[in-house]
């Protein structure tokens, strides 16, 4: 223990000095320089413990620049695709605005395979710097919806909403949300309208709700907003939350008045599909396929494309490839490819460079007979997808 | 891990009742998910009243680790893709398969039936866990 001397007490000020003096000899822990930051950038990869990863990640991206040699050494040590999404995404919510922080995130921000690519646009769109106003606006058209999101919202954050606005009228939903989230927490409230939709949304592809995510972004937001939550229950019905709802928006309207625009209404889904195919992808963007019992092939996430198959293209399709009964193909990082079959029950997900022959056969007859109906924009962009998919031959 | 989980659940588990007592409730990540959740904050009531109850869980299989194949424990997410971040704290459900027991990772939205903790389970100081699930089913 250290004995602090006595201080007479008139002597406030020497006081003052004098026991910050002797905090910083005794009390105040190493010095940045000594903390082993390789330790802490391991743990955020490699704990067994997902919050213990995140919770050593954040200490990391919080450092700055004293941690970030330590980042740089993991990375070339073992790739970039070796660095997690934890760190990546601890870095886009730390504060720090060091010179070596935004480099690195430049550098992932940048790098058009780098998986976490988007959580790195996020981190450079909270640090709101205006000179990256270049960078946002040039990612505004990327194929990749989560960076489109990042884009919008970095010139969100620096009140460039002219642009920002452009993102609600987006072909994926989750763009317009998260857009008219950061518009509405910015103060501009020409993002309501898009809540308000977002809010009766319960539409699922698959399995995947993402009208239900996306309802319960908008209720938080709105909630905070409109400081009441007019009854509405997060994941119940839209039936159900209908009156909430018409609170909401009767409550949004009063507020915008004569600037209420109509937003983007997304279309209800009760058609009943046979099957589905999703590629999500952190490089490249989504895609996502059904098919219905009446032959017709339904794209994207709302379905607004209907293409009407012929008998042989649906035949194939609705009987799906034959796979050997292994539904998981190689390991799934970010990026996957799963399709599901309801007539014969099967269904496969595999990661990159990991889809089996037969399936990718599958999927290649398909783009083909889609070529055959006119649909070559959709041929090539399938295609394309299959590439990255494809197992390798031994 | 499992030493580690199961130790967390067993805090959680000495004052508990016999695990299964009647229909299950559904419970959604609409209500689990529908707050920010800080910790140490009080949880909101509607949460916090599925402590200590039999309830079913929909969402995605994962594990902490990366881990596939036959698994003693795993955690329910609701979306497949952690593509928009990890998930937040009210975004999982830490499953535990019975003693001695497993289950196969399953593609697509599975049913979890079981009795279901609600309750802050720190490691190294840090919360780990914020919802615990004694597995009872997997459909």
Known sequence: MVLLPKIPATSWSAAGTCTLWLVMAHVTPCPAQDTDWAAYVEKAHNHRRIMLRRAAARKVADAGAAAVPAVRAFQK???????????????????????ATLGLLLEWAGDRDFYWRSQALKGLANRRRPELKKLFTSNLQDPAYLTRIEAGRGLCLLGDHSRTLGLLADVDP???????????????????????????????????????????????????????????????SRTKNGDAVAGFEKWARVRLGKNWVDPVQIPGDDTSYLGGIEIRSCRNGDMFLRWTADQVLVIGLEGRTRIQLDDSAFSNLDAGPQT??????????????????????????????????????????????????????????????????????? | MKTAVLTALAFVLLPSQPTRCGDPEEVTFGILAGFDYEEGMEL????????????????????????????????????????????????????????????????????????????????????????????????
């Open chain 1, 174 to 236: 989750r763009v317009r949300l998260r857009v008219a989230v950061c518009l509405v927490e910015e103060g501009n409230d020409r993002g309501l309208p898009t809540l308000i939709e977002a809010l009766r949304q319960e539409t699922s592809f698959l399995d995947y709700p993402w009208g239900q995510i996306g309802a319960i972004v908008a209720f938080k937001t709105m909630r905070k907003l409109a400081a009441q939550d007019f009854g509405f229950v997060p994941g119940e």
């Open chain 1, 324 to 394: 050997t009964g292994e539904t998981r193909h190689g390991k799934v990082v970010c990026d996957f490819l799963r399709w599901a079959c309801k007539t014969t029950g099967k269904s496969q997900k595999a990661a990159p460079k990991a889809l089996p022959a037969e399936s990718s056969k599958w999927l290649e007859s398909l783009a083909k007979a889609l070529d055959k109906k006119g649909a070559s924009e959709f041929t090539k962009r399938l295609q394309n997808r299959l590439q990255q998919f494809r197992a390798r031959r031994p």
């Open chain 2, 44 to 139: 909101p009531a509607d949460v916090s009243g599925y402590n200590g109850k039999q309830v079913s869980v929909s969402g995605f299989m994962a594990t902490e680790d990366g881990s596939e194949g036959d698994v003693e424990y795993f955690i329910i997410i609701n979306d497949a893709c952690g593509c928009e971040g990890t998930p937040k704290m009210n975004e999982m459900v830490f499953c535990v398969m019975p003693s001695g027991e497993t289950t196969r990772l399953k593609d697509g939205r599975v049913m979890v039936t079981g009795k279901f903790h609600v309750s802050e389970e720190k490691e190294e100081g840090v919360v780990v866990s914020l919802y615990g699930l004694e597995v009872d089913s997997v459909k």
């Open chain 1, 77 to 99: 040590k073992h790739g970039r695709d070796a660095i997690r999404m934890v760190l990546v995404s601890s870095y886009a919510v730390s504060k720090t605005t060091d010179a």
